[in-house]
């Protein structure tokens, strides 16, 4: 059975940078795409960054050239590096990992941005 761990959020102050990490233990055979979501109070989750095993990589407007998305093939963790963070990037983020055919789901953690 594989399960999905996400840790890495916190409190930062605007303009700093966080780590976000995903961690999916179990056996995984391939990984087709991993993303990052994320949602605040009243919206909609929204795609912030997506990776496939291709090598398509997508970013969401607003965190172009501040985010980037990556994988460690030998610990099955899917990384969100976060910098130049803005008040606006308040928000709970989830990982999404689709993998040998089946969709996975972080359990969520919190980034805050506030001086």
């Known amino acids: 059975q594989v399960k999905i761990v996400e840790s890495g959020g916190g409190l930062v102050q605007p303009g700093g940078s966080l780590r976000l990490s995903c961690a999916a233990s179990?056996?995984?055979?391939?990984?087709?795409?991993w993303a990052w979501y994320r949602r605040t109070p009243g919206n909609e989750r929204e795609l912030v960054a997506q990776a496939t095993h291709v090598g398509d990589i997508n970013y969401e407007d607003s965190v172009k050239g501040r985010f980037t998305i990556s994988r460690d093939v030998t610990r099955n963790t899917v990384y969100l590096q976060m910098t130049g963070l803005k008040p606006q990037d308040t928000a709970v983020y989830y990982c999404n990992i689709y993998a040998d055919y089946h969709n996975y789901w972080g359990q969520g953690t919190q980034v805050t941005v506030s001086s």
């Open positions: 179990g056996s995984i055979a391939t990984f087709f795409s």
